[in-house]
């Protein structure tokens, strides 16, 4: 199983959410829950999940 940390809060998870929060091309990896704290945001944009594991 693999993980990444958080852009935003620095947790280590197993399912990242790939997002843009701020103005620009640069893709983040966040947590679930800066996930949807940063969908509040002006420049947030969605592109894809990211699993550390397989089903
Ligand atoms: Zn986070």
Known sequence: MKTKICATCKAEETT???VQIRKGKVWIFVCESCCKMHK????????????GYRH
């Open 40 to 51: 509040q945001g002006e420049y947030y944009r969605y592109g894809g999940t990211w699993k």
């Open 16 to 18: 990242m959410y790939r």
